[in-house]
């Protein structure tokens, strides 16, 4: 399957100099081309983010900010970083817009910084429950450095609320703790986050409210989930999600103090010299989801994971919360079989050329190396122009796939097998960026 023809000179060019480096790039690209990629946190950016990065905006040191760097020959890295951060204002509807993060966990890091002293408690969701490392994992910094304390997941067992956000239980933790900061946005949420909730909590103590919005970034963006603006103070985000950009990280406020001790936490307080290459690349992608077409795509990647949900409903697969309101859904591979675990799923359908990953769900009993559960996105399947059809077709398989694999290794090799060549043959009609 072909490349853009810029890839495949650019190829040609590293294959002359380390054909082994070019060799495994080229392998990779065919993977990408040639297989359903449904991890809900990845996407395939444009030619023109991807290009972005290969330029010589690598060569440069640019530590400091635009007119205030540590070293000369900035002249244009400032007016990209410039392009980037109002690109970002404008699509997120704010004031201030640090555009140097280098990842989620980066963003994360510099905001704790800016907001917490070391031992101060932060209030969060845990990552079992769907939360981040970053989010006070024991063995993250921010777990090390901070004291994290949890809200639980959902309402119990019984409630019309239930494997969702239990605000009550936010609230609740806020008064109990008064945490400094109080931190939500997940990386495996399929429904709304009411931010309006979460202020009110943080606002009952006091604390900082920072929404990750990692995931949903896209979404956000695009107006298909409601912002996190006016009522969080600090955003953050990857950029290399639903919203199709370059892997990095991004961080937003309204406010003009938090902003300055924002920028002094990120760097110098955490990071070197930016990624400008990276940065430039972040100026293309905000410029195309500034774009009326992004929106169309946010939108069909929500009625694509809703479709996809249905379709597995039918198939006696359990959506948890019954089914999901962005570009993600966690299947409890339970409810279709006892003994069908996350890990055995990830593998089988991986064979079959559709990508996942093995995922918990609220209150998984197997460890997390072995799931109950997967978690699905739409978002990369939508960039190539998937749309209903295309999730009932690949609802199918996963459901052939799974049931082949629950009979015998036998069936499941030669039924992996006939689901890989109609994989393919689909993935040739809807091409890569
Ligand atoms: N690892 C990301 C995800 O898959 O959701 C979160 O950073």
């Not at 072909?2 to 002359?16: F, S």
């Not at 799931?371 to 009932?392: C, D, H, I, N, Y």
């Amino acid at each position: 399957m072909p490349h853009d023809p810029i890839t495949d000179a650019v190829l040609d060019l590293i294959a002359r100099q380390d054909p082994d480096v070019a060799g495994l790039i080229r392998k990779e690209g065919q993977r990408q081309a040639t297989t359903i990629e449904l991890i809900a946190s990845e996407n395939h950016v444009s030619p023109a983010v991807m290009h972005a990065m290969g330029t010589c905006l690598t060569n440069k040191y640019a530590e400091g900010y635009p007119g205030a760097r540590y070293y000369g020959g900035c002249v244009f890295h400032d007016q990209v970083e410039d392009i980037a951060r109002e690109r970002a204002k404008k699509l997120f509807g704010c004031r201030f817009a640090n555009v140097q993060p280098h990842s989620g966990a980066q963003a994360n890091m510099a905001a704790m910084m800016a907001l917490m002293e070391p031992g101060d408690t932060f209030a969060s969701l845990v990552l079992k429950d769907g939360g981040h490392l970053s989010h006070g994992m024991k063995i993250n910094f921010s777990g090390r450095f901070f004291r994290p304390v949890h809200y639980p997941l959902h309402y119990p067992p019984g409630h019309p609320e239930h494997e969702r956000i239990d605000y009550d239980a936010v609230k609740a933790l806020c008064r109990e703790q008064r945490p400094k900061v109080l931190m939500c946005g997940y990386s495996a949420y399929p429904r709304v986050i009411d931010f309006k909730r979460f202020r009110e909590a943080a606002d009952q103590c006091g604390a900082v409210l920072v929404a990750d919005i990692a995931h949903i970034a896209g979404l956000v963006a695009a107006g298909v989930h409601p912002s996190p603006f006016p009522h969080a103070h600090v955003v953050t985000t990857t950029t290399h999600k639903t919203l199709r950009g370059p892997r990095g990280g991004l961080i937003l406020t309204d406010d003009e103090d938090l902003a300055k001790k924002i920028d002094k936490a990120l760097f110098p307080g955490t990071q070197g010299g930016p990624l400008m290459h990276v940065i430039g690349a972040k100026a293309v992608a905000f410029g195309e989801a500034l774009r009326p077409e992004f929106k169309d795509y946010a939108r069909q990647v929500v009625a694509n994971a809703r479709a996809l949900a249905a379709a597995l409903m039918t198939r006696r697969y359990r959506i948890t919360s019954g089914g999901t309101d962005n570009h993600l859904m966690l299947v409890d591979l339970r409810g279709r079989d006892a003994n069908l675990t996350g890990a055995d799923a990830e593998q089988w359908l991986e064979a079959a050329g559709i990508v996942t990953n093995k995922n918990g769900i609220p209150d998984d009993p197997r460890p997390p190396r072995v799931t109950s559960g997967v978690r699905l996105g739409t978002a990369a399947v939508t960039t190539r122009g998937m749309r209903e059809p295309q999730m009932e077709r690949i609802a199918g398989w996963i459901d052939r796939v799974l049931a082949a694999g629950l009979q015998s290794p036998g069936e499941r090799e030669s039924t992996s097998r006939g689901v890989r060549g109609e994989v393919r043959d689909l993935c040739g009609q809807f091409s890569l960026p």
